[in-house]
């Protein structure tokens, strides 16, 4: 087995707690957020599948999970909970040699649109900048993985970027701009 | 106006033939179960944990649809219909009101429901206004829902859902969380809409509610019905209420054990207590 | 859903007992090794290789097939799509105008399409043997710092939660008549603004109670924490740590130094 069971072990010396070197860690309600944010958007990544009838495919509103944690909670928390929770949303439903690229392509998406949303004093058009900016890099970067690293081949590339990439920026950014605006009006967001 | 639905009992709201359901990890929730409710009645459906009464009051409304048997809702056959035309007829209102709502304003939660079925804005707005009122809530029409508290917004979901006048209403656990005189108020109203000729489902594992508020109880356990039969019936026959982990309200066991003495042991209220003894011992 | 979130099979076979950071390092070797082969055979072989692997984590047919299901779809698409982008080579097998199917872009599209099954299937050796508690602890060991290791393990913990309740969600707005696969797309996206915002409020209540029970448990209180459980190297782990870089580094060595056509 890979742990080790035994319970005693010998003492070890350890300092009193306020002589004892405090840790640097972040607080604990960022930790708790970025876990919760984190699992909400692969939750709802795996869950909210919807099917795109044009090419038989399927998109998922993740996309407005990584938006929403940009613009409210700034570009950190975009590209930490939007990256990983797309990363293990990748893992848990079969993609996962996508997870890297997803974890870069989302995780960039997340940045990009946190910081240019803060722009400018955090105005309404910042925000729409904001997911323009990052939407578009998420897909460039996804298609530019697909041809150069995964070697899909063009057309591949090409109809996942058509089919599946842009209409979930498109639908993923305006229902995150939506949420975002609500829950600034209508909660006490914790902070 | 919202049109009164008709009192009359002898009309068949929801009619289960041999229902069985079988959730996809192959976990067996139902078997066999065969029910009939009638317009007008106030029914509760008991039993423990994990016991099927979500899956059964589901069943009800289309939310899950029988692995065998059939299910016929005001005399028409459930399967043809979807979600969105049974909840015309039978209401579900979810036990945690966070669960759904989402809008800025009372008013607009309530509409929400109307307004999915394609009714006019005039009319979802008549029905928003009264049913606000029937739950006694319509100086809150304005409010953020958010901003409301827990008995507040266990009324809003009741009205959102009674905006889209169901004839059957399932409410599933309404007072859970609910202080005794929240609850005891939220129960009165939900008498009313009983009195107004509505059926009225609830779901619960408390007895005391059940005791004092239906008049049918049906007694889940395991997947099937054990017990369906009126209140009374049901608590004194305490080995099936043990068999479903329930317990009876506290003053019905107390009847039950001093039964000897020559009182009733099927009492359901204090006040039946009350007056079982000063019926026996003539005294106040 | 049920089954859905949680990959990992609860099973006493050697792949199980390996220590996660081995297991995470053969994924992340095999992985490359799959990026430097461009040959068809080498790569075939890597595929049965893996495959062979996951028959070894006695996982459940269920789960199996849950994750092989999406990866078989795009193995076909690949296949079936790069010969039409791909107008290379001779001989040409058809040709429809100015679109022409040869001989060597089908296997190019063939071997690509392995290469994927490859990369996609060598996760679930991974995540069909070990516990997601085992795997935070790895990453922790390998250097991930603590309190974002810590962030993880809650992120982990509550997928399968915030999955029951937005499906709760989903109902609760289905029984007021709203209709999720009825409509356009855009109409069924905006369907959903009614799951997710209640999400949302859900999640930050669920944030605000959880950062007062990791203040009620002295989290942060000292830098020195220790474990309860430590992860130890053994030396049958060691060994298959070996097994795993020769793996990489033999094919690697001929492909790179002396030049073999792998």
């Not at chain 1, 069971?5 to 840790?23: E, N, R, Y």
């Not at chain 1, 939007?82 to 870069?104: C, K, M, Q």
């Not at chain 3, 810590?150 to 939660?161: C, E, G, H, Q, V």
Request: aromatic share 8%; proline share 4%.
């Amino acid at each position: 087995m890979t742990e080790d069971h035994s319970q005693g072990g010998p003492p070890v010396a350890q300092p009193p707690l306020a002589q004892a070197p405090q840790a640097n860690f972040v607080s604990p309600k960022t930790v708790a957020i970025y876990g919760v944010l984190t699992a909400l958007t692969a939750a709802i990544t795996i869950i909210t599948v919807i099917p795109f009838p044009p090419t038989k495919g399927y998109f998922n509103l993740g996309e407005a999970m990584v938006f929403f944690s940009a613009l409210i909670f700034g570009w950190r928390a975009g590209a930490i909970c939007g990256g990983v929770g797309s990363a293990i949303a990748d893992v848990i439903i079969g993609y996962g040699y996508f997870a890297p690229i997803t974890l870069t392509a989302k995780g960039v998406e997340g940045l990009v649109t946190g910081t240019i949303a803060r722009l400018n004093g955090g105005k309404k058009w910042s925000s729409v900048l904001g997911i323009f900016c990052g939407g578009s890099c998420m897909v460039s970067i996804y298609f530019l993985a697909e041809v150069i690293i995964l070697d899909t081949g063009i057309g591949y590339a090409l109809s996942e970027m058509l089919t599946v990439n842009i209409p979930q920026v498109a639908i993923g950014g305006t229902l995150g701009f939506v949420l975002a605006h609500y829950v600034r009006k209508s909660i006490r967001l914790p902070k | 106006m919202i049109p009164k639905p008709g009192a009359d009992r002898s009309k068949r709201m929801i009619e289960m033939d041999n229902v069985g359901f079988t959730y996809e990890a192959g976990v067996e929730a139902l078997r066999s179960v065969s029910l009939k409710i009638s317009s007008g009645e106030f029914l509760a459906i008991v039993g423990g944990n994990g016991s099927g009464k979500t899956t059964l009051a589901k069943l009800m409304n289309g939310l899950l649809r029988p692995s065998s048997g059939s299910i016929k809702i005001s005399g028409a056959p459930a399967e043809s219909q979807s979600i969105a035309e049974l909840s015309k007829t039978v209401g579900y209102c979810f036990q945690n009101p966070d669960h759904q709502l989402f809008c800025t304003s009372v008013e607009d939660e309530v509409m929400f429901g109307p307004k999915n079925l394609g009714i006019g804005l005039e009319e979802s707005r008549e029905r928003m206004e009264r049913a606000l009122s029937l739950m006694g809530i319509f100086s809150l029409k304005t409010m953020s829902p958010f901003s409301l508290s827990l008995s507040e917004r266990r009324r809003v979901t009741i009205a959102s859902i009674l905006a889209m006048t169901p004839q059957v209403m399932i409410l599933d656990e309404p007072t859970t969380g609910l202080d005794a005189d929240e609850s005891s108020e939220l129960m009165a109203l939900i008498r009313k809409l009983n009195a107004d000729g509505r059926t009225i489902i609830l779901i619960t594992h408390e007895m005391k509610l059940v005791a004092e508020h239906a008049d049918r109880v049906i007694i889940l356990s395991d997947g099937h019905i054990l017990l369906d039969s009126d209140v009374r019936g049901a608590f004194s026959d305490l080995e099936i209420l043990k068999a479903s982990r329930l317990l009876p309200p506290p003053v019905t066991l107390l009847a039950s054990r001093i039964s000897s003495i020559g009182i009733s042991r099927d009492l359901l209220t204090s006040d039946e207590f009350v007056f079982e003894l000063s019926r026996r011992y003539g005294s106040r | 859903m049920k089954g859905v979130f949680d990959l990992y099979t609860a099973r006493d076979t050697f792949l199980h007992r390996l220590d996660p950071r081995v297991k995470i390092l053969a994924v992340l070797f095999l992985s490359l090794l799959g990026f430097i082969m461009t040959n068809l055979i080498p790569l075939f072989t890597l595929l049965c290789f893996i495959i062979l692997l996951l028959y070894l984590t006695r996982s459940t047919f269920s789960k199996a097939y849950f994750a092989l299901k999406f990866v078989l779809r795009l193995m076909v698409l690949i296949t079936v799509l790069w010969p039409l982008f791909d107008q290379s080579g001779t001989p040409v097998l058809a040709a429809l105008g100015p679109i022409k199917i040869t001989e060597p872009a089908i296997w190019r599209g063939l071997t690509s399409a392995i290469r994927i099954g490859c990369l996609a299937t060598v996760w679930y050796i991974l995540m069909f043997t070990t516990t997601q508690r085992d795997l935070v602890r790895a990453l922790v060991k390998m250097g991930l710092r603590y309190d974002f290791g810590l962030a993880l393990a809650i992120s982990l913990r509550f997928i399968p939660t915030f999955g029951f309740t937005i499906e709760s969600i989903k109902d609760a707005q289905r029984a007021r008549g709203l209709e999720f696969d009825k409509g356009s797309i855009i109409r069924r996206s905006k369907n959903y603004i009614a799951v997710l915002i209640p999400a949302v409020v859900y999640a930050l209540r669920t944030a605000e109670t959880l950062s007062l029970s990791l203040q009620s448990r002295a989290y942060g209180a000292r830098k020195d924490r220790t474990y309860m459980r430590e992860i130890r190297m053994r030396s049958s782990d060691l060994v298959s740590l070996v097994i795993v870089v020769l793996l990489f580094a033999i094919p690697a060595v001929a492909k790179f130094v002396f030049g073999a056509a792998i």
